[in-house]
């Protein structure tokens, strides 16, 4: 669904944008990625069971490419480069933005396939409360609550949530012998797959001509990590903690104004004692932080102009060292940005034009040899970049809307690509910046149907990169980051919702998504050119129906996605899948609890046929784990039960 007016940021016309309110849906056993899984244009992996590690594409663009932000505020990226939606606040979202292509350019350039960025609750009533409670298969255990209060032109709210899962489900292992079913374990049992997570925010914000705003998140985060079904690892471990603290100043009169100061900081570990995997050992600490200015001014230039201009600096810097050598392999790198974006709308009756310019200019320092790197010693120097962007929309009735959008993009390698994050990826400090032209053309339509309200959205998109930073297979059980000339994405994505307030099943909502995301490795290689990129399938679908009325009610998901490849050769595929979920919502009175039973993979769907044409498999028909990201089994059938309370008398 579109919903250009719900954003908190000032976007061009015709950006397409998806917002998602979280609401009550936060209080079941879901993550971020089954959320965003709604949307089109998205797909998201994860290496399994609640808690588990989940990245997100948009439109074929990788975790690294997609910028990551609670309130605006960019988040400090893991190890692989990207950002892990497990460690990000759920409990305290209110609404989720999902932006895709073109880009508001407060959020800044980097987003070459788009950015999400988490919007955070504010209390709605003075003194509301609300407590959450949540167990369920494999040893997930939830809880979480919160509150706020008001006084004067003071809101005041903070939230707080704790999570553990064992995930020790069963799934199909062939023993890395895929065309031989003599060794085949239907049932083994995963280990060291536990998760451990403790969060908190606090909200502060004060109305009136001058608005102040404050903030801080704590996260402390640790688990096992059990490798994919075919290298499991026993003991291997990594642990995280990341804080944020910022503050915003806003307002004025006919000129408008934003001043912002953040600070963050973050620390990952990896812990391979014994040098499972064909590693070495290994116990690497990775500190990150980060230290962010930003200020922004709009203003309306006549009646139907606005002008607005953003300047944002930073300063970003990471230190890693593996502590079973002190002081050997140690290094410290950082990076110094300045960035700054003029953006002009104009609207005119039915017709809205946009143009922007954003420019990015940085600077790295190295300090200390690479512990895990290649390439020269240094990777020092300067980066200017520079992004164009236009947008037009057209209101062709009152209920239908034409948009279009393109332009330029760009994204700098993360410290992770550039200089290696552990054992396992290794960095390459001679990585040139990601560049992409975009183009996407969609339409809009809402109105009245069957007695509810009817929304649909139908976007083509394009994209064209060069330079692609993607890791490749270096030796047996590493990954180096290496650049691809280039790499065309292309697709169609369309989103359709309805909801009928009324009727003899009570309220009724539906809701589905459908991507098609065809991308090309255009690159020199050899052993890569023509291919598609890994871990992203053709198609992505997803569905939700829910009815009843507010006593009870009941609710049906599915999601599916088409085979693809784990690798750049295509050689290793990935298996399709199709997951069906169930649940059922019981509250007898507005103020009592909500009790949600929750089934998910209601069918057990873990394993799918294995066939490619070309190889025999011995002993009869194979089949293959139902997998994600590079291998990792995904749990099969699993039932939640949740119970919801909350001060607010329920709608």
């Known amino acids: ?37 709604a949307s089109p244009g998205v797909h998201v992996t994860s290496t399994g069971g609640v808690g588990a590690s989940q990245y997100v594409r948009l439109r074929g663009a990788n975790g690294a490419q997609v910028r990551i932000l609670v309130d605006g505020l960019p988040v400090i990226q893991d190890g692989s480069g990207a950002v892990d939606l497990a460690s990000l606040p759920l409990e305290a979202v209110e609404r989720i933005e999902v932006w895709r292509g073109l880009l508001p350019l407060d959020l800044g350039g980097e987003g070459i396939g788009g950015a999400i960025n988490l919007v955070t609750r504010r209390p709605a009533d003075p003194g509301e409360a609300r407590a959450t409670a949540a167990a369920g298969s494999f040893g997930t255990l939830e809880a979480s609550a919160g509150g706020g209060m008001s006084r004067d ?14 995930n020790d489900f069963p799934f199909f292992s062939d023993n890395g012998t895929p065309y031989t079913t003599a ?40 688990g096992g990590v059990p490798g994919p079904g075919t290298l499991p690892l026993e003991e291997a471990s990594k642990g995280e903690q990341r804080a944020l603290v910022s503050v915003a100043v806003s307002g004025g009169g006919r000129v ?95 017709v809205g034009l946009g143009v922007g310019l954003a420019v990015d200019a940085a600077r790295s320092h190295a300090d200390g040899a690479l512990p895990y790197g290649i390439g020269g010693s240094q990777a020092a120097g300067d980066v200017l970049l520079v992004s164009p962007q236009a947008s037009a929309t057209l209101a062709a009735a009152p209920s239908f809307a034409l948009r279009a959008s393109g332009g330029r993009a760009h994204r700098l390698p993360t410290f992770a690509e550039l200089y290696g994050a552990n054992g396992i990826t290794v960095g390459n400090d001679a990585l040139r910046p990601e560049r992409a032209w975009f183009a996407d053309a969609g339409a809009d339509l809402a109105g009245g149907v069957a007695g509810g309200t009817g929304t649909v959205s139908l976007t083509g998109y394009w994209r064209d990169v060069e330079d692609l930073v993607a890791w490749m297979q270096n030796s047996q059980f590493t990954l180096r980051a290496e650049n691809f000339d280039r790499v065309r994405v292309g697709g169609l994505e369309t989103g359709v919702g309805w909801t009928r307030p009324r009727g003899s099943l009570g309220r009724v909502e539906a809701s589905a998504a459908w991507t098609l995301t065809a991308t090309r490795n255009l690159s020199d290689r050899p052993t890569t050119t023509g291919r598609v990129l890994p871990g992203q399938a053709l198609h992505v679908a997803y569905a939700d129906l829910s009815a009843g009325p507010s006593v009870v009610r009941a609710g049906i998901t599915v999601e599916a996605e088409s085979g693809t490849f784990r690798d750049e050769t295509n050689l290793t595929p990935l298996a399709a899948r199709a997951f069906v979920h169930a649940r059922i919502e019981v509250r007898p ?63």
């Open 1 to 37: 669904m579109v919903e250009e007016d719900r954003a908190t940021v000032a976007a061009l016309p015709g950006a397409t944008l998806t917002v998602i309110e979280v609401g009550e849906v936060s209080d079941r056993v879901l993550s971020l990625g089954d959320l965003l899984a």
């Open 153 to 166: 032109r003071w809101q005041v709210a903070g939230w707080t949530a704790g999570q553990a899962a064992e």
């Open 183 to 222: 060794d085949d374990d239907p049932d083994r049992r995963r280990t060291n797959a536990a998760t451990r997570r403790a969060e908190a925010t606090l909200r502060a914000h004060r109305d009136g001509r001058i608005a102040l705003a404050l903030g801080a998140d704590g996260l402390l985060r640790a």
């Open 256 to 350: 408008e104004g934003r001043l912002r100061i953040a600070a963050q900081g973050a620390r990952q570990a990896f812990r391979n004692p014994r040098g499972e995997g064909g590693m070495s050992p290994l116990d690497l600490d990775a500190h990150t932080g980060a230290l962010t200015v930003d200020s922004g001014v709009g203003t309306d230039l006549g009646r139907d102009v606005h002008l607005g201009l953003h300047v944002g600096a930073s300063r970003v810097g990471w230190i890693s060292e593996n502590l079973l050598e002190p002081g050997a392999g140690s290094a410290a790198r950082s990076r110094d940005r300045l960035s700054g974006s003029a953006q002009a709308e104009a609207r005119r009756g039915r």
């Open 589 to 651: 009175r507005p103020r009592w609890p909500r009790v949600t039973l929750e089934v998910r993979n209601l069918l057990d769907h873990r394993v799918e046929p294995r066939w490619d044409g070309v190889h025999p498999v011995e002993g009869g028909e194979a089949v293959q784990a139902v997998t994600d990201y590079a291998g990792y089994p995904l749990p099969g059938r699993a039932f939640y039960a949740s119970l919801a309370w909350s001060s607010r008398k329920a709608p």
